[in-house]
């Protein structure tokens, strides 16, 4: 079992659509979460993080953790083009020392 | 604010040779980072700093890669000699502090031939 899963894709959805990208972690006493995006040939810039459970909304994009399922996801609402991108999910391990990247979920707005 | 910076942006060399890669990370991060990312991959650690000191290199393949990271600010990271699994991106990033957000920089794209 990998410790950050996610699915791969392409995840298409049409402009204006919710994409929803969601991830798990085997890691139990994982503290931080964190949502990247990573355009092609770029390097990851982060979009949200999340430390609690429950929901964190920032403009069109909410993150979403439930820590006893181990599962956190990030919503983008009135999704556009120009977020077509792989969305990586990164965890930090128990005592915050060590970043988990998954291999991200590669996301398709079409026009 | 300047982000993190990397050098040389693109790199191509032979197999069994030498490379070098530059970080300068955020002005006061202590917190620096090597990734390396194959394609389709998410980013992986080769090696954490805090301050001058590697306080996590599990990762790093220690027979032919080496990092430093002199006086705490920029670092470089080394592969001698060079094998063609080697080719990838490798990334730098920095932060605040271990548990603080990352910061990535442009990333070096390296291809051994």
């Known amino acids: 079992q990998k410790e950050v899963e996610q699915n791969s894709g392409p995840l298409s959805v049409p402009e204006g659509a919710i994409a929803s990208l969601n991830c798990t972690y085997s890691d139990r006493g994982s503290q931080s979460f964190f949502w990247y995006r990573q355009y092609s040939g770029k390097s990851p810039e982060l979009i949200m993080f999340i430390y609690s459970n429950g929901d964190k909304e920032d403009g069109r994009f909410t993150a979403q953790l439930n820590k006893a399922s181990q599962y956190v996801s990030l919503l983008i609402r009135d999704s556009q083009p120009s977020d077509s991108a792989t969305y990586l999910c990164a965890v930090n391990t128990a005592g915050g020392f060590k970043t988990i990247f998954g291999a991200g979920t590669r996301l398709f707005v079409k026009a | 604010e300047a982000g993190v910076v990397q050098s040389p942006r693109y790199k191509i060399i032979e197999k069994k040779q030498p490379v070098a890669f530059w970080c300068n990370p955020i002005?006061?991060?202590?917190?620096l980072y090597w990734y390396r990312q194959n394609l389709g991959q998410g980013p992986e650690l080769l090696i954490r700093?805090?301050?001058?000191?590697?306080?996590?290199d599990s990762q790093l393949p220690k027979d032919r890669f080496s990092a430093e990271r002199l006086k705490g600010v920029d670092s470089t990271l080394k592969i001698q000699p060079a094998e063609l699994g080697d080719s990838a991106v490798y990334l730098c990033?920095?932060?605040?502090?271990?548990?603080?957000?990352?910061?990535f920089g442009p990333g070096t794209r390296l291809t051994v031939l």
């Open positions: 002005s006061g991060h202590n917190t």
């Open positions: 700093y805090e301050n001058e000191e590697a306080v996590d």
């Open positions: 990033a920095s932060s605040a502090d271990t548990t603080d957000t990352q910061y």
